[in-house]
């Protein structure tokens, strides 16, 4: 396997599982890295690296940062927000994959891609889901602020390391995964006890 491909996929990795984290974010900085051409798209993707891309991901960023500050709010855009960070997710990882024939490719983005991009939002979603639970909703603008954060981090570092931001997401993937499934069993014995 060639170090491009093992790099884009890397990037893809690291742009999609930042989705799981915030959905625009990663969108943004990826349609900015297009723009300025830090980043190679493919060619069907070339849209991603316009103005008007560009304004309208830096739009829904900003509106999507605000609302998750607000109390109860960030709850429901959770169950909002899963289904759109995989949608971006798989795009934010077939926009860079280097490979041939459309159906791989697809395939390929929303199995990496999209569950790179779920998996992280599956922690997110707990980790709120556990502060509204023991504060009331009281900590939950620090949750944000540290989602927002690593959103920004990973997806910027994504673009310049995206090995080293691939292997963290992926061990970071396969420690919420053990924790979901803990949490999972534990669940079951509760019910039935």
Do not use: C
Request: aromatic share 10%.
């Amino acid at each position: 396997m060639n170090t491009e491909i093992i790099t884009a996929v890397a990037l893809g990795i690291g742009l999609a599982a930042s989705a799981g984290f915030r959905v625009f974010i990663p969108m943004l900085v990826a349609s900015v890295a297009a723009h300025f051409n830090i980043i190679p798209l493919n060619e069907s993707f070339a849209w991603l690296g316009s103005v008007p891309a560009m304004l309208s991901f830096g739009v829904a960023t900003v509106v999507e940062i605000l609302a998750y500050y607000i109390p109860f709010v960030d709850n429901l855009l959770d169950t909002v927000t899963t289904p759109l960070a995989v949608g971006a997710g798989t795009l934010l990882m077939i926009s860079v994959l280097p490979v041939e024939g459309e159906l791989m490719k697809w395939i390929m983005g929303f199995i990496v891609g999209g569950g790179a991009a779920a998996t992280i939002q599956s922690g997110s979603v707990l980790s709120r889901f556990t502060s509204s639970k023991f504060t009331a909703g009281t900590a939950n603008p620090v949750v944000s602020t540290g989602e927002n954060v690593a959103a920004v981090g990973s997806s910027v570092s994504a673009l310049f390391i995206p090995i080293i931001v691939a292997i963290i997401f992926i061990l970071i993937a396969i420690v919420i995964f053990f924790k979901l499934f803990e949490w999972r069993k534990n669940k079951k014995k509760q019910n039935a006890g």
